[in-house]
């Protein structure tokens, strides 16, 4: 069975700077998906960004950006420029056309 | 596109009594997945169909649970003999056919007193 890990409950960083979220996973499959989703407080989940486990180029949307190392079964995002508006929780995802696998979340908080 | 919709957002019952949620997917979407989240947790899978077709189930979905989607459009999810143990976020999600990217809804939180 496919399982997921974020090894990191909590994280914090100043607005406007830089932060990477971990997420690993495990699964024999070769052919996936991998996602990360933004849960902000009382309201839906989002997806942020979404990465193709044939590619190798890592998916960027905008701010976000991943780092997929298929051999590792590592995917982190890394969120650049931070602003207030992205503190959330943010749960890494593993699926594709199946039920989604998810991981604990993390719970992202930006500093003024 | 008006995004998934779930209702009611908010559900407190007794334990021991029936409750039923709805879920209306993105029109289109031919495969609506329904997930449990409990608080501090990621989303867990319940059950999943494609058109009116319940595909599959989790191990979580005991013989208290129900899902329905009977003519492939809007989906309910019973729950009879409610149990403290039930309360959490039900979130529904779907799909384009072929498509890996589930949509969320803004989900049903059920608490049982």
């Known amino acids: 069975a496919q399982t997921v890990t974020q090894s990191q409950p909590e994280m914090s960083v100043q607005e406007a700077e830089t932060v990477t979220l971990s997420c690993t996973y495990d699964?024999?499959?070769?052919?996936?998906?991998l996602f990360w989703y933004k849960q902000p407080p009382s309201r839906q989940m989002i997806l942020v960004i979404r990465?193709?486990?044939?590619?190798?180029q890592n998916a960027t949307e905008n701010r976000f950006s991943v780092n997929f190392q298929k051999a590792a079964k590592s995917f982190s995002l890394k969120i650049s420029d931070s602003q207030l508006g992205d503190a959330a929780m943010y749960f890494c995802?593993?699926?594709?056309?199946?039920?989604?696998?998810f991981g604990k979340g993390t719970r992202l908080s930006v500093i003024a | 596109d008006t995004g998934v919709s779930q209702d009611p957002r908010h559900k407190i019952t007794k334990r021991g009594q029936n409750v039923t949620f709805r879920c209306d997917p993105i029109s289109e979407h031919n495969r609506l997945y329904w997930y449990r989240q409990t608080l501090g947790q990621g989303p867990e899978f319940l059950t999943y169909?494609?058109?009116?077709?319940?595909?599959?189930k989790s191990r979580l979905l005991s013989d208290r649970f129900s899902a329905e989607r009977p003519k492939g459009s809007f989906s309910t999810l019973e729950i009879q003999r409610t149990e403290q143990g039930d309360s959490a976020m039900y979130l529904c999600?779907?799909?384009?056919?072929?498509?890996?990217?589930?949509?969320f809804g803004p989900g049903t939180r059920l608490t049982v007193l």
């Open positions: 699964t024999s499959e070769s052919d996936y998906y």
């Open positions: 999600a779907s799909s384009w056919p072929g498509v890996d990217t589930q949509y």
């Open positions: 169909f494609q058109n009116e077709a319940q595909l599959e």
């Open positions: 995802a593993y699926g594709g056309n199946t039920p989604l696998v």
């Open positions: 990465q193709e486990a044939y590619k190798q």
